[in-house]
Nanobody, 114 residues
Framework: QVQLVESGGGLVQAGGSLRLSCAAS????????MAWYRQAPGKQRELVAL???????NYADSVKGRFTLSRDNAKNTLNLQMNSLKPEDTAVYYC????????WGQGTQVTVSS
């Protein structure tokens, strides 16, 4: 069973940056579309960004131009560079496959103050 572990969250002021990382115990990144999701209090989990097996990326309109998704297949890591953070980015961030989800990890908390 693949284990997903997110890290890198924290408390930052609006306009600041964070880099989130996701580690997986199995070699899944080369064979699956990978994605970051987030869930704010009282809201459903939403897709933030995804990266295809060919390396193409897609972003939610709300983060386009500010976030950058990347992966390292050899290291089984997935990263999300978050720039120009806004208070509305505050949420718990999770990584997972885009489809056929694995068991969710603990996520990492991102809090952006105004």
């Amino acid at each position: 069973q693949v284990q997903l572990v997110e890290s890198g969250g924290g408390l930052v002021q609006a306009g600041g940056s964070l880099r989130l990382s996701c580690a997986a115990s199995g070699s899944i990144f080369s064979a699956n579309y990978m994605a970051w999701y987030r869930q704010a209090p009282g809201k459903q989990r939403e897709l933030v960004a995804l990266i295809t097996t060919s390396g193409s990326t897609n972003y939610a309109d709300s983060v386009k131009g500010r976030f950058t998704l990347s992966r390292d297949n050899a290291k089984n890591t997935l990263n999300l560079q978050m720039n120009s953070l806004k208070p509305e980015d505050t949420a718990v961030y999770y990584c997972n496959t885009y489809r056929n989800w694995l068991p969710w990890g603990q996520g990492t908390q991102v809090t952006v103050s105004s």
